[in-house]
């Protein structure tokens, strides 16, 4: 079962997106996030992938409100990131309605804290937040690379349990240019029997169903969609296939 993961990203409580990862590249798609959670719903879709941009740059959630409030209002599975870097923070999330929450720059910072989140919550609710830029690790918002090859991160942590992992190339994000496929077969020969979600760079229905049949758990779109270059009855038939 492939699962389709809509994409959420959230502003001063709006929908948008970036690309790249630059703030200063930023489109305001919705000023309800809310209603497109309802509309995923009502598509049959199952997951949404929600990050709060103001709380990565400020390494605190800001938008808890906006998660309760889709939480709340629909049974989405929601994996929440932005802000999620410290114990405070991942109670928070938890609270406010989360199923799961993406450790990214953390993860590369303190993996001591997210050892002990795995040990708390459970491996299954920790999702790897593994951002790549020529196959190594990108933190801060992308704007640093750490030196660390996304094949050793990825190996030490699903050594400690791991069993998620979100991956995005960050030459592909926003772009609409297609997936990074090479470094996900790679992710898949290096570090088997990790469930791979991939993002970034999903142009059109082609590149959702080249990812399926590549065997990862998922797929997460966003731009795409914004953009109009996949409707919402695009991702209902293929979220109904995917659960066949």
Request: aromatic share 8%; glycine share 10%.
């Amino acid at each position: 079962m492939f699962q389709l993961i809509p994409a959420i990203d959230i502003i001063g409580g709006q929908c948008v997106r970036l690309t790249q990862g630059d703030y200063q590249q930023k489109k305001v798609y919705s000023s309800d996030p809310l209603e497109i959670a309802k509309a995923f719903e009502g598509a049959g879709i199952q997951r949404l992938h929600l990050v709060d941009l103001d709380g990565a740059k400020a390494k605190e959630i800001v938008n808890a409100a906006v998660l309760e409030r889709i939480a709340s209002n629909t049974s989405l599975h929601i994996d929440f990131g932005g802000g999620v870097q410290s114990d405070a923070m991942i109670d928070r999330a938890f609270s406010a309605g989360a199923a799961q929450i993406t450790a990214g720059s953390i993860a590369v910072r303190n993996p001591e804290l997210v050892h002990g989140w795995f040990k708390k919550y459970g491996t299954d609710k920790i999702i790897l937040g593994a951002d790549a830029h020529n196959e190594q690790i990108a933190v801060a918002g992308w704007q640093e690379n750490s030196n660390i090859s996304i094949f050793d991160f990825l190996t030490d942590y699903q050594a400690a349990g791991a069993q998620y992992v979100i991956s995005t190339d960050v030459a592909k994000d926003g772009l609409l240019q297609g997936p990074s496929f090479d470094l996900y077969e790679k992710i898949q020969a290096n570090n088997p029997g990790l469930n791979i979600i991939a993002s970034g760079g999903v142009a059109n229905m082609q590149d959702l169903e080249q990812l399926r049949a590549m065997n990862l758990f998922g797929v997460i779109v966003g731009k795409a969609f914004y953009e109009g270059r996949i409707t919402l009855e695009d991702l209902a038939t293929f979220a109904k296939e995917s659960l066949c």
